[in-house]
């Protein structure tokens, strides 16, 4: 019997095609951040009930971790001004834009009170939810956990709402859709 050839690279070695841009000896911050653009993400927006009135935060480090329980995760950096009020939050609400909602994220990036011109309501419980998104999901805070200069935040689904739209990506720093 022939002798079964890889058609993968040995460990350690970069296909030709690849620029090494970052290794934990060089290159910048800037330079890592560049790599990780190149994975391509949905666009979510964080709701909470603070003690200032509704709040929010544009996020892009969203993942779904479990079924059973329903558990999703997402993270904070902890030199942002507005991590404490998602630490202290008891519930969260993951809004998951869609294609027409770019105008939001960049509001919620730079600004945690940017409700007004956009349609949205507060749910059964009290939490700000956008309107127009392809999911929100209602969380209750389950675990804080550190991560390196962020915080990884997991929360618990207690309700899901779906509704026919595209989504909202996030690729190479720049707002895009499905093809």
Not at 65 to 76: C, G, M, Y
Not at 118 to 144: F, H, M
Not at 161 to 171: D, I, K, N, T
């Amino acid at each position: 019997m022939p002798a079964v050839q890889s058609l993968e690279p040995a460990c350690g070695s970069v296909p030709v095609t690849s620029e090494v841009v970052w290794t934990p000896e060089e290159g910048s911050s800037r330079d890592l951040r560049h790599a990780f653009g190149r994975f391509a993400t949905g666009v979510t927006v964080i709701t909470i009930d603070s003690p200032d009135g509704p709040y929010g935060m544009t996020v892009n480090s969203f993942s779904s971790v479990s079924l059973e329980p329903a558990l999703v995760l997402w993270s904070v950096d902890k030199a942002s001004a507005r991590c404490h009020y998602f630490q202290e939050a008891p519930h969260f609400v993951v809004n998951i834009l869609s294609t027409d909602q770019a105008a939001t994220a960049l509001g919620f990036a730079r600004d945690p009170f940017a409700f007004d011109g956009i349609a949205w309501c507060k749910s059964d419980e009290g939490l700000p939810v956008l309107d127009d998104c392809v999911a929100t999901l209602e969380c209750q805070l389950e675990a804080v956990h550190p991560g390196g200069d962020h915080f990884i935040i997991v929360g618990k689904v207690l309700k899901a709402c779906v509704a026919e739209r595209e989504p909202l990506l996030f690729y190479k720093g720049d707002f895009g859709a499905m093809a």
